[in-house]
């Protein structure tokens, strides 16, 4: 559903701000910063390490309050309120539940009545979307129209995930391919578009998201592709069928006890020799002012393992659970974005490999 002009234009509002305090109001919180810390150090202190210390530096900070503010509240903008997207789609309730009740009849999309997804999924607003991904019917389509947003200076919304695929296909011709936590099939759509004869199948715990998932995969004609709703850490399907496990932006959603039981599941589905390569948000060095920018980014945008994700060895992880040649290696999600003079405000996007 495109949305009304008024909306349009103040979706449009959020956009340009986002673009704003990424491309003026971060590097001008990095200068500060790095102002602070050089002033610490000329005070005999010792420089920060670790996201804490760089905290405390800017505790009393008035830019980073302003940076903080600005970010959580145009998160909320972009869905509540008048104009935001969630009262949006509620005023077209009816007319998008009778579409989304079209995949009632679609062959590539398998729901679950009884399904109960995990605690930790339905006891916080992930990003800041009122009642989660799963909380309401037309949660998919609000997602679906909020993610054109998300990454504020990618205007090309396509750009970074067909920039994934291609880094996949790069190493692995996939054959048989599982997707876990597809969302409404944006990570998912690539695959079907590019590589054919592939048997694809991708899993998620959001039926609304599911939804919108297949009925896209329907208008895109894709065949070879199947919707799941199942939880990536017990999927139920078959062990060692699939060549390649894949994900794009699911490890930081998860507790780290369920990302175990995610790594241990992608191991039990590959056949001997198979990739698992999962895209997500990695901060690559021990840089304390990256580090807490991430963090606290997880913190304003209702994210909370985005920390504990970071703080893991997930190469000891990927290891224990039997993977071998266990590689990760930042992404450059646009052209130009991992370039030494690269300032505005970026996603660490990282790419996890390893092979069973
Ligand atoms: C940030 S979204 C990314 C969606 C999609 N991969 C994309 O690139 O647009 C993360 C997705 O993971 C799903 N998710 C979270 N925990 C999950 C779990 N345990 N099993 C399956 N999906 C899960 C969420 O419902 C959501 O759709």
Same mark, same amino acid.
């Given at each position: 559903m495109k949305p009304q002009r008024k909306v349009e234009a103040y979706q449009q509002f959020v956009l340009d701000c986002k673009i704003y305090w990424s491309t003026q109001v971060y590097p001008e919180l990095q200068s500060h910063y790095s102002h602070l810390a050089d002033q610490a150090q000329r005070s005999g202190n010792k420089a920060p390490t670790q996201a804490r210390e760089a905290q405390a530096l800017l505790a009393d900070s008035t830019l980073y309050q302003f940076y903080a503010w600005y970010e959580r509240h145009l998160q909320r903008m972009k869905y509540s309120?008048?104009?935001?997207?969630v009262p949006h789609f509620d005023s077209e309730r009816d007319t998008l539940e009778a579409r989304l009740a079209?995949?009632?009849?679609? #062959?590539?999309l398998q729901l679950d009545p009884a399904f109960q997804p995990p605690r930790y999924y339905t006891s916080f607003d992930v990003h800041q979307?009122?009642?989660?991904?799963?909380?309401?019917? /037309?949660a998919g389509l609000v997602y679906e129209q909020a993610?054109?947003?998300?990454?504020?200076? /990618?205007?090309?919304?396509?750009d970074l995930h067909h920039r994934f695929t291609a880094e996949l296909l790069a190493r692995v011709r996939p054959k048989r391919m599982v997707d876990l936590?597809?969302?409404?099939?944006k990570s998912t759509r690539p695959f079907y578009q590019e590589v054919s004869g592939i048997e694809l199948t991708a899993v998620d715990l959001s039926e609304p998201c599911l939804r919108v998932a297949a009925l896209n995969a329907r208008d895109d004609q894709a065949s070879g592709v199947r919707f799941l709703q199942r939880d990536a850490a017990d999927t139920g399907l078959e062990a060692g069928r699939f060549d390649t496990v894949t994900s794009t932006?699911? /490890?930081?959603? /998860?507790?780290p006890p369920h990302l175990e039981r995610v790594v241990a599941e992608s191991f039990r589905l590959l056949e001997p020799g198979g990739t698992v390569i999962h895209l997500d948000f990695l901060?690559? #060095?021990?840089?304390p002012f990256k580090r807490f920018i991430h963090y606290s980014h997880g913190r304003r945008n209702n994210e909370p393992f985005m920390e504990p994700l970071n703080e893991l060895d997930l190469v000891a992880l990927h290891k224990q659970a039997g993977f071998t040649e266990v590689e990760i290696l930042p992404f450059?999600?646009?052209?130009?974005?991992?370039?030494?003079?690269?300032r505005a405000w970026r996603f660490p996007w990282a790419v996890v490999i390893a092979r069973k």
């Amino acid at each position: 559903m495109k949305p009304q002009r008024k909306v349009e234009a103040y979706q449009q509002f959020v956009l340009d701000c986002k673009i704003y305090w990424s491309t003026q109001v971060y590097p001008e919180l990095q200068s500060h910063y790095s102002h602070l810390a050089d002033q610490a150090q000329r005070s005999g202190n010792k420089a920060p390490t670790q996201a804490r210390e760089a905290q405390a530096l800017l505790a009393d900070s008035t830019l980073y309050q302003f940076y903080a503010w600005y970010e959580r509240h145009l998160q909320r903008m972009k869905y509540s309120g008048r104009m935001g997207l969630v009262p949006h789609f509620d005023s077209e309730r009816d007319t998008l539940e009778a579409r989304l009740a079209e995949a009632d009849s679609l #062959d590539n999309l398998q729901l679950d009545p009884a399904f109960q997804p995990p605690r930790y999924y339905t006891s916080f607003d992930v990003h800041q979307h009122p009642k989660g991904l799963a909380g309401d019917s /037309l949660a998919g389509l609000v997602y679906e129209q909020a993610s054109r947003s998300t990454t504020p200076l /990618l205007r090309r919304d396509r750009d970074l995930h067909h920039r994934f695929t291609a880094e996949l296909l790069a190493r692995v011709r996939p054959k048989r391919m599982v997707d876990l936590g597809c969302g409404f099939g944006k990570s998912t759509r690539p695959f079907y578009q590019e590589v054919s004869g592939i048997e694809l199948t991708a899993v998620d715990l959001s039926e609304p998201c599911l939804r919108v998932a297949a009925l896209n995969a329907r208008d895109d004609q894709a065949s070879g592709v199947r919707f799941l709703q199942r939880d990536a850490a017990d999927t139920g399907l078959e062990a060692g069928r699939f060549d390649t496990v894949t994900s794009t932006m699911l /490890l930081h959603e /998860l507790p780290p006890p369920h990302l175990e039981r995610v790594v241990a599941e992608s191991f039990r589905l590959l056949e001997p020799g198979g990739t698992v390569i999962h895209l997500d948000f990695l901060v690559p #060095d021990p840089d304390p002012f990256k580090r807490f920018i991430h963090y606290s980014h997880g913190r304003r945008n209702n994210e909370p393992f985005m920390e504990p994700l970071n703080e893991l060895d997930l190469v000891a992880l990927h290891k224990q659970a039997g993977f071998t040649e266990v590689e990760i290696l930042p992404f450059e999600e646009a052209e130009g974005t991992l370039a030494p003079g690269y300032r505005a405000w970026r996603f660490p996007w990282a790419v996890v490999i390893a092979r069973k």
